[in-house]
């Protein structure tokens, strides 16, 4: 049975052992490096790495690809990073990192944002995110602009060739990053 025909719970519960496996093998901080290296190399269009702007982020988790070094790398070059609060009733308020206190912007933060940095465990050829189930993402990514860039980041191998279970309310997303490479989901280059 392919990942597609399988609901998004069995899905995310093969992914989430996929990434265990993953992350055993990895050295996340040098992934974490990279993963800056390669957004400042290879920016998605449409993104520059050198004009400040506000980023929206989030600080990753010890199984995700590490922010760290990227959200350090956008600051020093002059741009806002905001970061998720979760409220209660899973939707997001952002604050920016570099904000001791953590005062929220409002959860209507995303529409002044000029890239997104998003977590999933997995993206498919045809930008299909799959996150981790709370439906944080899907409320924030609709806000965003149209031209904003959308990058997921994923540890290397998780772009998933096979497509993953896509409800109506999915917004598909363009951009991925791994410590391998930032590109485009689809194969040929383009962004169906």
């Not at 899973?90 to 920016?96: A, G, K, R, S, T």
């Not at 209507?108 to 189930?133: E, F, I």
Request: proline share 10%; glycine share 10%.
């Amino acid at each position: 049975m392919t990942l597609g025909a399988r609901s998004k719970g069995e899905t995310r519960r093969l992914l989430r052992a996929r990434r265990r496996e993953i992350v055993a093998t990895r050295d996340l901080i040098a992934d974490g490096a990279a993963i800056a290296a390669q957004l400042e190399a290879s920016p998605p269009a449409g993104w520059s790495a050198t004009t400040p702007g506000t980023v929206l982020s989030y600080e990753s988790l010890p199984h995700e690809p590490s922010t760290v070094a990227v959200n350090d790398a956008l600051r020093a070059r002059g741009h806002r990073v905001l970061v998720p609060i979760t409220l209660d009733d899973m939707q997001l308020d952002w604050c920016d990192l570099d904000d001791p206190g953590r005062t929220p912007f409002g959860i209507d933060a995303p529409t002044g944002a000029d890239l997104v940095l998003a977590p999933g465990l997995a993206v498919d050829r045809d930008g299909t995110r799959l996150g981790q189930g709370g439906g944080c993402y899907d409320r924030v990514l609709p806000m965003l602009a149209p031209h904003v860039p959308v990058v997921v980041l994923l540890h290397p191998g998780e772009l998933a060739d096979e497509a993953l279970p896509r409800e109506p309310h999915d917004v598909p997303v363009a951009w991925v990053l791994s410590a391998l490479g930032c590109g485009p989901v689809a194969p040929d280059g383009t962004t169906r």
